[in-house]
Each structure stands twice: as C-alpha cells, then as structure tokens.
C-alpha cells in the first residue's frame, strides 16, 4: 500500500493505514531523531510520539501533498523539544534517570559504535540542536532547503543561515580536530578537502 493509498484508509478509521506509514517511514524517522538527538532511547521516543501525532492530526493533513516532509516536520520538531527538555531537566532528575536505565548495551547499540568513528560523533555533539538538525535534513534525509523550511517551520532564510553556520562550526571543528590527531595545522590542501 502506498502513502496515499495509506492516508485515505487512516482517515477513514482504517489502523492498517498507519501501519503501512509506519513501515514506509519508522526507519528514515528513526535516523533523523537519533541523529538530532544522539541518544537511541530519546529517539525511540520521539518517533513514537510523532506516529501518535501524525494518527491524530491526520485529518489535517492536505493528502495532495506528500507525507515524508510533513511527517518529518513531526519528527524535528518533538526531536528538539525533547532536547529542550532534557536540558531543562534538574541534574539530580537525569542522574536517577540514566540510573534507572538499562547500562548494557545492545548488539545493535556495539554494532553502530564499531561502525561509527567516535571522532565524528564528537564533532557533531558539539553542534546546537537546531544545526544538528539542519545539516541532518539537508545532508542525510536530502532535503532541499525549501523542504527543509516546510520541516522546521522556519523561513528560507533562516535555514540558509542555520547551514551555513553549521558548516562553519563543522569546518572549525573538524580543522581543530585534525590539527589534534596529526600535532599539526592541516595544510591549505588539507584545508580545502576539509570544506
């Protein structure tokens, strides 16, 4: 079943609607939160209650448009909220919570670990929430920036500048970084593969 074949079932009360976008759109919306948020559970979280959300508003939705950009406009936004949250979370709240919280890690969890360079996590960490997110969409996801306006409810100009500041800070980090590993400054050659 296709998204649209999907949306017009769920509007009508057909579950099996949501089913089908859950299947379409789980993996993709999971990627996004977890790289907005950078943490698996929270991410777990946010595509749960983007589901619930889309379930509930989808009688809003204008079914001539496609779901993908809507749907991850859902996914952003309770990402950024849910880092909003935490961070606004009292130390002695989080700390009870990572208590609470199972510490092994799954082998899907040491997979992508051993898959994925700590160096770039790092880097990426270190970006705010909102050019996390921008450079999620427009370099993961494939946004164009028209898109990426629809998904983060924000001007096109606004997004222009939310890139362009995160490539700057990337570039400063990944410079500094490189400079780290190798005890020297890149060299102009170094410099402009790095960009």
């Excluded at 949501?18 to 977890?34: D, G, K, P």
């Excluded at 400063?172 to 402009?192: F, K, N, S």
Aim: charged share 25%; net charge negative; hydrophobic share 40%.
């Amino acid at each position: 079943m296709d998204d649209q074949t999907a949306i017009a079932r769920l509007k009508q009360g057909d579950i099996d609607g949501l089913e089908a976008l859950v299947r379409h759109h789980q993996t993709q919306a999971l990627r996004t939160a977890y790289l907005v948020c950078m943490q698996r559970d929270m991410a777990q979280d946010v595509v749960q209650d983007a589901f619930i959300l889309a379930y509930e508003h989808i009688a809003q939705f204008d079914s001539q448009r496609a779901f993908a950009p809507w749907f991850m406009h859902i996914v952003t936004n309770r990402a950024l909220m849910a880092i909003r949250r935490q961070q606004s979370m009292p130390l002695d709240d989080q700390a009870a919570e990572v208590a609470l919280s199972d510490q092994s890690p799954s082998p899907e969890q040491l997979f992508e670990r051993a898959e994925t360079r700590q160096e770039v996590w790092a880097v990426l960490s270190r970006l705010s929430p909102q050019q996390r997110s921008a450079i999620v969409l427009r370099y993961y996801v494939g946004l164009d920036q028209t898109e990426m306006s629809a998904v983060l409810g924000a001007p096109t100009g606004t997004i222009k500048r939310r890139l362009h500041d995160a490539r700057e800070r990337l570039h400063g980090l990944i410079t500094r970084w490189a400079h780290d590993c190798r005890g020297h400054a890149p060299t102009p050659v170094e410099q402009r593969e790095l960009r």
